[in-house]
């Protein structure tokens, strides 16, 4: 700790955010952060991207955050700019996104008196992050920003509020560097307990029909947890299937790879799941989109569980083995002491396992039907392929992000990611309107990426107002929109469940999007039908700045496979042709989301 | 053990930071996600390391009384969590101010009483007395249940102080 002659309050954070590494700030001024503003506006370190709603500036900051596993730094003013970024906030916490964000808050003599513009911002996002502090006291600054980030990203990462009030922020302040340890009471455990470890291994070497479920906390603990993941799939020639929000930690296209999980995961997944013996659980938690109906999970399976969260451990399954730890570390320690370990596994109860597994996949659960001929309607399954396929051979580095419904879930049976970092969506919370913003902290990160939101066209209406921010800053942004004038995922379940009674679900009056993309200072593009698909998506991607590609789809189609709310995994719905099956959901399964 | 369906009581005490909002964040946690509080007693207990005890009388399945511990113990500003109920035998302690008004008979009978339980009076008046009593929560809930004909009038009760027995601490 450096004590340095005093400076003004936005000097003194600002100073901090560059010892902290910040290079980027997603932000919306406004009176209780013009002190601050004013700050950026006299130095040349920290960039500052604009954004158009507060909300935005938070799924900007997430974009960023998981393209690079940095902290993202996100800057708003009191009151509105506050309540603005909560569904940000939530989502980050959801996500285990680490985030630092930054609020005015009225000056201290007013706190309590609704003034203008001010919120009880702390509690109001104490639900909403994982820590938040209220600077009262100039002694109190630096040291709460440099405690902010070690909370946002050690541990289970998450977003941390900074409330800054207007008098702390121009008033003279002292300045320290980053301290040794942070919060006094905040110790992360990240290295797992050796003896978790062997019994873990014992189960392994004992297993016959083995599976290893991971999820987002693989991607969270780094690229370097990512390989080892790989490593142990290698070694073990086990089975992997991955959340939503693990997907590209193995490569799609590793044949070890059953796909994705859940309820609109693929068959042999989700019986993989539902027949183990003995299931590896990495930095995933068991949530009701993962199960399906519980007491019918994987009942025949010795589970053994690896969470940095303490909390997540025995939440909705009990497990039989427990790792607390960060998901690399567990990994590493895990393939150490399993090549250590002389027992060698059954090998013919592995091989008959994959040969079941194969009858599974024999069914191609994520099979769709597409009329090739000219004048036919695209598939939406279709286009995501298409679109994959001629990512495929850019030479750039390809990220994906996603609005939230049907769109998001074919985007996640069939883009295949080969690597970390390059598959953001919002997956806990499920914000429509995450992926644009979140496309532009991924373009800001990447520069020279190929950055595509596959959208909705009901999504990306929530958070349309981001388009400026792209224009502003020149991001070649690709939009790439599954048009089927519905709230597709909303029309889907009513369909299902509420007997084709679409309330509300339609999108009437809907833009044309290639004026609103042109209004925009970007390129529009419309696929009318199928034979129109490849030449859009071929224009789409030699287009140098941002386009919005309008795909006209199905506007019936349903995304299958499913596990009807409440049912189990070994109950799914795998095609049109067996839907009814969902009249039979039971009055349980209907109260579920 | 509270009975029915695998319920139990448990006596968790939560060693916290002593910072604004430390007492907000655990209620909410109780709150947010649906847990019991049957009582919950705060105050600071070392000035120097800027730390407080919350003690929480709490109830629910074994699975969510280990939830209840696991949520405490990832906010931040926590220090230790120990769940007195489970981990050796403890001390839990309450105090409450007893108003019991009324006159002759019934108040004789009242002071009566409260000398069997050594509740202390701090107040009287010819019509009413305020008795201060410690004790467990059975030994308190036995008193009032004997107070109320006697003229209770007004109860103010602490919540319970919980402590290991012995040489182990928090």
């Known amino acids: 700790m450096t004590a340095a002659s005093e400076q003004s309050g936005a000097e003194v954070l600002l100073r901090a955010l560059k010892d902290q590494g910040v290079e980027v700030i997603f932000g919306y001024p406004g009176g209780a952060v013009l002190p601050i503003y004013d700050g950026l506006f006299h130095q040349n370190a920290i960039r500052h991207v604009l954004v158009r709603h507060e909300q935005g500036a938070v799924h900007a900051a997430e974009g960023y955050a998981r393209s690079t596993g940095r902290v993202g730094v996100v800057l708003v003013t009191s009151g509105p700019g506050a309540t603005n970024a909560v569904t940000g906030l939530v989502d980050a916490l959801m996500d285990s996104i680490p985030i630092v964000c930054l609020t005015g808050q009225v000056p201290t003599h007013l706190i309590g008196n609704d003034a203008f513009q001010e919120a009880d911002t702390t509690g109001i996002t104490r639900p909403a992050t994982k820590h938040n502090y209220l600077v009262k006291r100039p002694g109190d600054l630096a040291r709460a920003v440099h405690e902010a980030f070690i909370v946002a990203r050690s541990g289970r990462p998450g977003p941390v509020v900074i409330d800054l009030p207007k008098d702390i922020m121009i008033g003279k302040a002292p300045y320290s560097g980053p301290p040794e340890n942070g919060h006094p009471s905040y110790r992360p455990r990240t290295e797992p307990d050796p003896a978790a470890i062997g019994r873990a291994v014992d189960l392994l070497k004992g297993a016959r029909r083995p599976i290893i479920y991971t999820g987002g906390g693989v991607i969270n603990s780094g690229e370097e947890a990512a390989a080892l993941l790989r490593t142990l799939v290698r070694l073990t020639g086990f089975p992997c299937t991955s959340t939503l929000m693990g997907l590209g930690a193995i490569p799609a296209s590793d044949p070890r790879f059953l796909g994705m999980l859940g309820m609109h995961g693929t068959y042999e997944a989700n019986l993989a799941m539902h027949g183990c013996d003995v299931m590896l659980a990495i930095g995933a938690r068991f949530d009701d989109r993962v199960t399906g109906r519980l007491d019918a999970f994987s009942p025949g399976s010795r589970k053994i569980h690896a969470d940095i969260d303490p909390s997540s451990v025995n939440k909705n399954v009990p497990v039989e083995v427990p790792i607390l730890g960060d998901a690399g570390r567990v990994l590493a320690r895990l393939i150490e002491a399993y090549e250590a370990d002389p027992r060698s596994p059954d090998r013919a109860a592995l091989a008959e396992w994959w040969r079941e597994i194969d009858g599974w996949r024999a069914r191609e659960s994520l099979s769709f039907a597409q009329d090739l001929a000219p004048g036919a309607v695209i598939k939406p399954q279709h286009a995501i392929r298409r679109l994959f396929e001629a990512t495929r051979g850019v030479g750039k580095d390809v990220f994906v992000t996603t609005e939230v419904g049907q769109h998001q879930m074919w985007a996640a049976q069939h883009f295949g990611f080969e690597e970390p970092r390059h598959w953001m969506t919002s997956g806990g919370l499920g914000t429509m309107g995450y992926g644009l913003p979140a496309a532009i902290g991924v373009q800001v990160a990447h520069p020279d990426g190929l950055v595509i939101d596959i959208a909705g066209e009901a999504s990306i209406l929530m958070n349309i107002q981001e388009m400026s921010t792209v224009a502003q800053y020149r991001l070649p942004v690709k939009v790439f929109i599954l048009n089927n004038q519905y709230m597709g995922m909303v029309r889907q379940w009513q369909e299902l469940l509420h007997g084709g009674r679409y309330a509300e679900s339609y999108m009437a009056a809907l833009p044309d999007f290639v004026k609103l993309a042109e209004s925009f200072h970007a390129t529009g593009l419309r696929a009318e039908s199928v034979e129109q698909l490849d030449e859009v998506i071929r224009a789409m991607l030699a287009t140098e700045g941002p386009v919005i590609a309008d795909i006209a789809v199905d506007p019936k189609e349903n995304c299958f496979p499913m596990i009807p709310s409440g049912a189990a995994h070994n109950d799914m719905i795998l095609s049109a042709a067996t839907e009814d099956r969902a009249a039979g959901i039971t009055d349980p399964g209907l109260v579920l989301v | ?170």
């Open chain 2, 1 to 170: 053990m509270a009975g029915d369906a695998g319920l139990r009581f448990a006596t968790i005490s939560v060693l916290v930071e002593n910072e604004p909002g430390i007492l907000a964040r655990v209620v909410g946690l109780f709150s947010g996600r649906g847990y019991n509080i049957d009582s919950l007693t705060v105050a600071p207990v070392d000035e120097a390391a800027r730390s407080s005890r919350i003690n929480i009388v709490t109830s629910g399945t074994e699975m969510v009384i280990e939830q209840i511990k696991a949520q405490l113990g990832r906010l931040v500003p926590v220090y230790r969590v120990a769940d007195l109920s489970r981990e050796g035998p403890h001390i839990a302690r309450e105090m409450a101010l007893i108003k019991v008004a009324g006159t002759g008979e019934k108040r004789a009978e009242a002071l009566r009483i409260a000398e069997a339980f050594r509740a202390r009076v701090v107040d009287a008046t010819t019509e009413s007395f305020i008795f201060e009593l410690t004790g467990g929560t059975e030994k308190l809930d036995a008193f009032l249940a004997l107070m109320r004909p006697l003229g209770l009038a007004e109860v103010s009760r602490t919540g319970i102080a919980a402590i290991a027995r012995g040489t182990r601490t928090i």
